[in-house]
């Protein structure tokens, strides 16, 4: 019998940059909480119309230094209570009230990154934080697009104890790499999570190139853990990327149709992914196509 597939939904930020929303430093995602909630919501209601199982909360880019570097960190609670609310009424809303709602927690100084100026034990405290304040909205909690061993073991303590599902995502180089953006490998990066006695209940990779994915899924296999994986549409990350620069330095594939990025995803699930779905430049076709095939394929 095959086993049941999980369809994440695509990307918010982007999403709502392509919608008119912000795109800066700071601002990208972030400013469409206050300055146009029924644009989060309406794009929450519009994966979970193309058949997403699970919608993630507009909080990426909702961190003490994001939202510091533009002068409204203390709304931090605001915001992430505005994120929490938009998710559930999306869900509510709508027909299929079985869709779970991720809480996104995202690096918290810069994508990418391999330093950091926080400690371990504060890395730890403002992932708590965020999870304290998501908790009441959402089913699980998501550590997504994290580089570093440093950052995964961080985000795992904290979300440790809470009474909830905890899905780890882990970025990797583009191009086929199986390193974490960090340095790492993959297989190393699981051997430590594994010795800290932190594993999650499912470990994904995601936003970067499909090819990356498709490489490590006897990586992700061998781990014995539930995995799966869910690629961005960007060109690649370059080398010189910067973080106070924005999603303006990225340049989009134009080449990754719903179609095209389906036959990647069915390579995943071929290999043993039990959950897909997708990251930045993903968008509400391409999930609608995914759903098409998982439907076919169960």
């Given at each position: 019998?095959?086993?049941?597939?999980?369809?994440?939904?695509?990307?918010?930020?982007?999403?709502?940059?392509?919608?008119?929303g912000?795109?800066?430093?700071?601002?990208?995602?972030?400013?469409?909480?206050?300055?146009?909630?029924?644009l989060?919501?309406?794009?929450?209601?519009?994966?979970?119309?193309?058949g997403?199982?699970?919608?993630?909360?507009?909080?990426?880019?909702?961190?003490?230094?994001?939202?510091?570097?533009?002068?409204?960190?203390?709304?931090?609670?605001?915001?992430?209570?505005?994120?929490?609310?938009?998710?559930?009424?999306?869900?509510?809303?709508?027909?299929?009230?079985?869709?779970?709602?991720?809480?996104?927690?995202?690096?918290?100084?810069?994508?990418?990154?391999?330093?950091?100026?926080?400690?371990?034990?504060?890395?730890?405290?403002?992932?708590?934080?965020?999870?304290?304040?998501?908790?009441?909205?959402?089913?699980?909690?998501?550590?997504?697009?994290?580089?570093?061993?440093?950052?995964?073991?961080?985000?795992?303590?904290?979300?440790?104890?809470?009474?909830?599902?905890?899905?780890?995502?882990?970025?990797?180089?583009?191009?086929?790499?199986?390193?974490?953006?960090?340095?790492?490998?993959?297989s190393?990066?699981?051997?430590?999570?594994?010795?800290?006695?932190?594993?999650?209940?499912?470990?994904?990779?995601?936003?970067?190139?499909?090819?990356?994915?498709?490489?490590?899924?006897?990586?992700?296999?061998?781990?014995?853990?539930?995995?799966?994986?869910?690629?961005?549409?960007?060109?690649?990350i370059?080398?010189?990327?910067?973080?106070?620069?924005?999603?303006?330095?990225?340049?989009?594939?134009?080449?990754?149709?719903?179609?095209?990025?389906?036959?990647?995803?069915?390579?995943?699930?071929?290999?043993?992914?039990?959950?897909?779905?997708?990251?930045?430049?993903?968008?509400?076709?391409?999930?609608?196509?995914?759903?098409?095939?998982?439907?076919e394929?169960?």
């Amino acid at each position: 019998m095959v086993k049941k597939v999980i369809l994440l939904d695509g990307g918010m930020g982007q999403e709502i940059v392509n919608r008119g929303g912000k795109g800066g430093y700071g601002e990208w995602a972030t400013a469409a909480l206050h300055e146009d909630p029924d644009l989060v919501r309406q794009i929450h209601a519009d994966y979970i119309g193309a058949g997403a199982d699970v919608i993630t909360t507009n909080t990426y880019g909702t961190t003490r230094a994001r939202l510091r570097h533009v002068g409204i960190e203390d709304r931090l609670g605001e915001l992430l209570r505005a994120a929490g609310q938009l998710a559930c009424q999306a869900r509510d809303h709508s027909a299929k009230r079985d869709v779970r709602i991720a809480a996104s927690l995202p690096p918290l100084e810069a994508s990418y990154a391999s330093e950091f100026t926080l400690s371990f034990a504060q890395m730890a405290g403002e992932f708590a934080e965020l999870m304290d304040l998501l908790e009441p909205y959402v089913d699980f909690f998501l550590g997504e697009t994290l580089s570093t061993i440093f950052e995964a073991e961080a985000f795992l303590g904290a979300a440790a104890g809470r009474g909830k599902p905890v899905w780890l995502s882990l970025t990797l180089e583009d191009h086929g790499s199986t390193h974490l953006r960090g340095g790492a490998q993959l297989s190393d990066a699981i051997a430590s999570i594994r010795i800290s006695k932190l594993s999650p209940d499912a470990l994904l990779i995601n936003c970067c190139t499909p090819d990356s994915i498709t490489s490590a899924m006897p990586v992700l296999r061998a781990s014995g853990m539930p995995f799966g994986a869910y690629a961005n549409g960007f060109v690649e990350i370059p080398e010189s990327w910067d973080e106070a620069g924005g999603v303006a330095q990225l340049s989009t594939r134009r080449d990754l149709s719903p179609e095209v990025y389906s036959a990647d995803v069915a390579r995943w699930m071929e290999a043993g992914a039990s959950i897909v779905g997708g990251c930045c430049e993903v968008g509400p076709a391409h999930i609608a196509r995914l759903r098409q095939l998982i439907d076919e394929t169960n």
